[in-house]
């Protein structure tokens, strides 16, 4: 099995920013658009289809998230294709047809090229995975609404409603689909204040411990 890493974080905790910086120091894909357009590719459904019921949504800005995802993937490599069933028709329960792909897309991430996953609450869907590392980004309240106006470039009025809608929907997904809290210690190895540490010392920390994590196995 590949060396996964899996990454939950709050809004304005930096997961978009640390993800793709471990990847490229553990030299693996980061995964984040790639995901939702693997499933919609699999489900030969629009996009816009795929992210309304996607964890990493930004309420009021699906449409646009989603034909970005569609540009930032194109250079990946397929991850398969859905039953012809669940392609022809998604039935009358299409939040957990969507569901079951992202699942699929994710445990053959993990068997084939690994890489660092960022949402889709990977690291319950692979808990099982001895291959996989789980990490939680997180910080106080305002720490991250201060950390989010220098991230996104927005105003604090942005970033305070754009944390609590982000990451009600965030928190909601998970506990829809798992029956889980998304914040719970329990379901990560590593739990980090990036808003603390800052995102250099975040880094090396993941780095190191996926580094160990596959040593360990080894």
């Known amino acids: 099995m590949?060396?996964?890493?899996?990454?939950?974080?709050?809004?304005?905790?930096?997961?978009?920013?640390?993800?793709?910086?471990?990847?490229?120091?553990?030299?693996?894909?980061?995964?984040?658009?790639?995901?939702?357009?693997?499933?919609?590719?699999?489900?030969?459904?629009?996009?816009?289809?795929?992210?309304?019921?996607d964890e990493r949504r930004t309420p009021g800005l699906g449409r646009l998230l989603a034909n970005l995802a569609r540009a930032a993937a194109a250079p990946d490599t397929a991850f398969g294709s859905a039953p012809t069933a669940a392609r022809a028709s998604l039935g009358d329960?299409?939040?957990?047809?969507?569901?079951?792909?992202?699942?699929?897309?994710?445990?053959?991430?993990?068997?084939?090229?690994?890489?660092?996953?960022?949402?889709?609450?990977?690291?319950?869907?692979l808990r099982d995975r001895p291959s996989a590392l789980h990490v939680r980004l997180d910080g106080p309240t305002e720490a991250r609404i201060q950390r989010a106006t220098t991230y996104e470039?927005?105003?604090?009025?942005?970033?305070?409603?754009?944390?609590?809608?982000?990451?009600?929907?965030?928190e909601a997904y998970v506990k829809h689909f798992y029956r889980c809290d998304a914040r719970d210690a329990r379901h990560y190895h590593l739990v980090l204040d990036s808003t603390a540490l800052g995102v250099d010392a975040c880094v090396d920390l993941i780095v190191t411990a996926a580094r160990s994590r596959t040593a360990t196995r080894t």
């Open 93 to 125: 329960q299409p939040e957990q047809v969507f569901r079951d792909q992202t699942e699929r897309v994710l445990r053959q991430i993990a068997d084939e090229q690994g890489g660092v996953i960022l949402g889709r609450a990977a690291a319950i869907v």
């Open 153 to 170: 470039s927005i105003d604090e009025g942005q970033a305070r409603k754009l944390l609590v809608d982000t990451d009600r929907a965030r």
């Open 2 to 53: 590949a060396l996964v890493v899996t990454l939950s974080a709050s809004f304005g905790a930096g997961g978009s920013i640390v993800g793709p910086r471990v990847a490229e120091q553990l030299e693996l894909p980061f995964l984040d658009r790639a995901i939702p357009v693997a499933v919609a590719d699999a489900l030969a459904v629009p996009m816009t289809d795929v992210m309304a019921y």
